[in-house]
């Protein structure tokens, strides 16, 4: 459905990545035509019409909480809607709707008996089932409920107070009569797909947070493991993002599909703001035959397309879709799940999707200029996708996305092998080789992350952090630091400090969030000499080397003294470790203008270059296994 926008502001243009766009100006945006609405401006009272959209509103009056409406006030008269005040702006803000007025409840629930023909006496029965929605829902961009989800909730609390529950398209009046500006949308998959209410959430309070993870977790577990799956071509390009989006084509369910289908709450957790950056230009000298400029420009158009399609797929949780938009990309002519040919379904469809066939994006890829080109595009989008998926390292989430990410981050390397298959082998490795340090990048976050809520519970436990303290002051720091010095060869004045200061900050029982600060003050401090120097990458990893060399020279100390708080501590240095790799990762990133996936993309590429030959063979072989660990 388009954004409606008044004709008295007709330069309102939607962000097409947006549900609903907003402007500083008073308005309100509806669904019908040809409603009347009055919007007061220190001028006075005007009449304005609003343009005509696709879809209707239901014909009869509403009162409801406005989306992102300030400190606005909606008054129902007729057909018609009077509002004060104004509209924040910004993307990711939200409105939440708030408890609504006894006078709000009242002309909704009288609005519905005349519309309705509800009976009188049923008042009382609505003003619950009205409250029970407004101390539930919230509205929120970009986000979306399943209409029978949402339903089933409402039959559930019905049950649970023993009311008597209204009728689907009653309840969906009931909502509406609440909640104004709701889309409804039908998404998820051909055959199966289901009606969603678009602008809706679960609060984060709402004690159904906590039954939707049951459910999810259920899904999970009783799904099979590997199931057919049917797709059916693409015949265009254009649109493929919202095509996804609006509607896979698989017709069977993962638990990747279970967090998309099932958990649109879980949304809150990722960053749905996020945007593409821009792709660089590629660095071209004379151009082999048979490649012009105007195939070059092409594949740039084509490919940030692509790229985008890829980008909205993650952001609403459709792991599943990547693979079948890199055979789409690519060409492929690998046989899907059942065995039914995947997109595109000859040459000639191939060639009307990019503008030139197969041969000549081969031609393309093998350019080193535009090899080049290509990486740096996906170090900018799988870092753009990291940051979507995982915004907070330390932010708890729900373990059905953690593991959702994870099942991602295991299927990336063969889908996009499988979909390159007839490729030259220097394009897939090069391709392969960024999208393994995406995937690793994944399983190393959702670590770290896993790590964080663990050491949560002991950092919050009184006794374990002062038996950790008495273990630690047993500790022989002397004894540790003379064995340390002569394979660190560290400043003795240095290692004291934060000795010191990592006593203090564990007496004070600070927090994780706390406890990160001061992780983030240390590289700071360790790194400040080297900044602006070439040397800044070398002696990042020196530090890595360091830290975990001393650490576990502490560790080592606290396992002979039968230390009671070894688990403790083993859990905490972990941790520690892990986020300290974070934190260098990221500043070595900034002080190359590289991205942190390219960074370790880097690393892992010239590490396994370096090698000979068996004993590269060798560690392409059993790095599978030790990922998993």
Partial sequence: MKILSLITNPHVVPNPRTAYSYNPESQLYGQGSGSTYFDTQAGGTQVTTVVSSAGGVPTHSMVG???????????????????????????????HSSRSSSAMLEMAIENLQKSEGIATHKSSLLNSHLQWLLDNYETAEGVSLPRSSLYNHYLRHCQEQKLDPVNAASFGKLI?????????????????SKYHYYGIRLKPDSPLNRLQEDMQYMAMRQQPVHQKQRFKPFHKMDGMGDSLNSGSQHSSSTPEQSVAAQSQHHQQYIDVSHVLPPFPSPDLGSLPEPISMNDVKKLQSNYRIH?????????NLQFHLIEKLWQTFWYSTAPSGDGATTIPNSEEDAEDI????????????????IKQWMRSCDHILYQALVEILIPDVLRPVPSTLTQAIRNFAKSLEGWLTSAMSDYPQEIVRTKVSVVSAFAQTLRRYTSLNHLAQAARAVLQ??????????DLNRVDFANVQEQASWVCQCDESVVQRLEQDFKVTLQQQSSLDQWAVWLDNVVNQVLKPYEGSTSFPRAARQFLLKWSFYSSMVIRDLTLRSAASFGSFHLI?????EYMFYLVEHRVAMATGETPIAVMGEVRRSDISDLHPAVKRERIEISPSLQEI
Avoid: W
């Fill in 461 to 470: 436990n009184t006794s374990q952090i002062n038996q950790m303290l008495s």
């Fill in 307 to 315: 790229c985008e399609a890829t980008l909205d797929v993650v952001m």
């Fill in 573 to 577: 240095r972990l941790l520690y470790d």
């Fill in 65 to 95: 909480i406005a989306m992102d409406v300030g400190s606005s006030q909606i008054i129902s008269s007729g057909s018609a809607y009077l509002i004060h005040g104004g509209m924040e702006s910004g993307r990711h803000h939200t409105s």
């Fill in 354 to 369: 990019r503008g030139f066939p197969r041969e000549k994006l081969i031609a393309l890829c093998k350019y080193e200029p």
């Fill in 176 to 192: 509406r009569s609440v909640f104004m500006g709701l889309r409804t949308r039908r998404l998820g998959t051909r055959g199966n």
